[in-house]
Each structure stands twice: as structure tokens, then as C-alpha cells.
């Protein structure tokens, strides 16, 4: 069996990252929600996947990506804080790059952007992160 795409690699290690910590899944509404879509008849509060992107930094050989994640946190009904403090939980836990992912390995990762925002359409409020993260593959 290969080794999955980086992105697909990204993925997998923010949701163990995320499904580890128990203060992470207490603002969650008791689990580590963090979806592709938002699930049928799920109640917030939750965290999306957003757009991702993994751009080739290879140097002299040695396999290296660029990556950008978007996840957006939905919030209960009339309280944009309930997203803002699971984003924050989410940021905290990426300051650390012990962050094991299969088929590459973690150089560096960062919170660029937390962003509040509020559907106009719906009225629905979300805090949404911007994670950049530097991956080698072995």
C-alpha cells in the first residue's frame, strides 16, 4: 500500500492531534468533530476541513511541501464564542511539531489567521483558522 498524498497525510495528523485532546472535545460538544462537510442534522458546535493546498518545495531531491489548511469551526446558535474558543484550543495544540504523519515527516507548523465571520445569508457564526505547515518526505 503507498504512503498517502501530503495533504491527505496533513489531515490525518491534525484529527489525531485534535482527537487526543480532551479539553478539544469538551468545546466540541463531547468528540473531536472535524468533518469534510458538514454532517446532516449535526448540531454545532464542529469543525470543517476547508480548502487545502500542497505545493512542491523540493530542494536539491530532498522532497519537500508547502501546505495551507482551512478549518472552519461552527458555532452554536447566537454565540460566536463557543467557535472562537474551540479555534483557540485547535491553535494552541498546533505550537508543537511532534506531530507524527504517515509518509512524511513535520519541519515546521503555524496559525497564520483566526478569523471571525458570520454568514450574511444564514447569520450563522464561525471562526476559521489558516494553518501553513512545512512536510519532507523520507
Not at 485534535?18 to 473531536?32: N, T, W
Not at 454565540?79 to 504523519?101: G, K, N, Q, V
Request: charged letters at 25%; a neutral charge; one cysteine or more.
Amino acid at each position: 500500500m503507498s504512503d498517502p498524498s501530503p495533504l491527505l497525510a496533513m489531515r490525518a495528523g491534525l484529527i489525531t492531534r485534535f482527537a487526543a485532546d480532551q479539553a478539544l472535545i469538551a468545546l466540541l460538544g463531547g468528540s473531536a468533530r472535524l468533518y469534510d462537510e458538514p454532517p446532516r442534522g449535526a448540531l454545532p458546535v464542529y469543525a470543517l476541513f476547508g480548502d487545502g493546498e500542497v505545493r512542491d518545495d523540493s530542494v536539491d531531491g530532498a522532497g519537500r511541501h508547502l501546505h495551507r489548511h482551512e478549518l472552519a469551526v461552527i458555532a452554536r446558535p447566537g454565540s460566536a464564542r463557543t467557535a472562537l474558543d474551540a479555534a483557540a484550543r485547535m491553535a494552541a495544540l498546533l505550537e508543537a511539531t511532534d506531530m507524527p504523519l504517515q509518509g512524511c515527516r513535520l519541519v515546521t507548523i503555524r496559525v497564520s489567521a483566526l478569523r471571525a465571520t458570520r454568514d450574511p445569508r444564514t447569520g450563522e457564526a464561525r471562526a476559521s483558522l489558516t494553518v501553513e505547515a512545512v512536510t519532507e518526505t523520507f
